[in-house]
C-alpha cells in the first residue's frame, strides 16, 4: 500500500466510519509498540511537560485512535505555527496500519489515568463559570462523551489544556478542512477572548475529580 493510498485510507477511517469503527487491539502488542513513545511521554503515558508532552493514560479509545489518524495525514500537525504537533507527526506515522494503532490504543487506554500537578495560575471561580459553556459536550465532570466527540478533559496537564485552547483559538488547529470536530471546537475555543480567561478554565479544570460518565 503506498503511502499516499495509505493516507487516504486513514482519513476514511476517521471522518466517514467514526468511532464505532474501532477495531478490538491488543494490549500486549500495543506495549511493545508504545516503546518508541516512552521517551517523550513517559513509561506510564502520565505526560512530561519539559518535552511538551501530554498525558495519554486512559484517555478514550476512540478519540486516542481519531487523533493519531489525524497527525498520520496531516490533518493535525501540519500547520506551519504548530510545533510541537509537528514532533507528534512523525511518530504517529510510524505505526504501520490500522491494527497498529489499535494496539497501541488499547495498552494507553489500560493504564491508569495519572494525576498531574496543578502549574496553571488561574481564577477557579471564574472558570467555572466559563467552563459551563463547555458541559454540554466534555460533562461536568470532565468525563467527555463519545456521542458529542468530546473527549475527556479531566486528569490532563492544565498547561496543555491551555495551549489547545490557544491553538484552537488562533486556528493552529481545527483549521484544517477535514478536521470537522476540531473546527468545532474552533467556535468553542474562540469564545475565551482573553489569556486570563484560558487559564482560568484550565485551572478549574484542573480541580475537577473525574467521574467515570459523569456519576
Known amino acids: 500500500m503506498t503511502t499516499l493510498v495509505r493516507s487516504a485510507f486513514f482519513l476514511l477511517i476517521s471522518l466517514i466510519t467514526g468511532p464505532a469503527a474501532l477495531a478490538a487491539g491488543d494490549v500486549e502488542k500495543g506495549k511493545v509498540l508504545y516503546n518508541i513513545c516512552t521517551a517523550c511521554h513517559g513509561a506510564n503515558a502520565e505526560g512530561n511537560p519539559a518535552l511538551n508532552s501530554p498525558a495519554n493514560a486512559g484517555q478514550d479509545p476512540w478519540y486516542l485512535t481519531r487523533q493519531l489518524n489525524n497527525f498520520r495525514v496531516g490533518i ?27 494496539d497501541v490504543v488499547a495498552y494507553l487506554t489500560s493504564m491508569e489515568m495519572p494525576e498531574p500537578p496543578i502549574t496553571v495560575e488561574g481564577d477557579v471561580e471564574a472558570g467555572k463559570k466559563a467552563y459551563e459553556n463547555c458541559v454540554a459536550c466534555h460533562g461536568e465532570f470532565g468525563e467527555g462523551a463519545q456521542s458529542l466527540d468530546a473527549p475527556r478533559l479531566s486528569n490532563q496537564h492544565d498547561w496543555y489544556l491551555v495551549r489547545q485552547l490557544d491553538n484552537f483559538k488562533s486556528g493552529v488547529r481545527g483549521s484544517h478542512q477535514n478536521d470537522i470536530y476540531g473546527a468545532q471546537m474552533r467556535i468553542m475555543g474562540q469564545m475565551l477572548q482573553t489569556d486570563e480567561q484560558i487559564r482560568a478554565v484550565a485551572a478549574y479544570i484542573a480541580t475537577i475529580e473525574y467521574r ?4
Open 76 to 102: 493535525r500537525g501540519a500547520h506551519p505555527d504548530d510545533t510541537f504537533g509537528a514532533q507528534m507527526r512523525p511518530m504517529a506515522m510510524m505505526l504501520a496500519d490500522e491494527k497498529d494503532i489499535a
Open 212 to 215: 467515570p460518565g459523569g456519576e
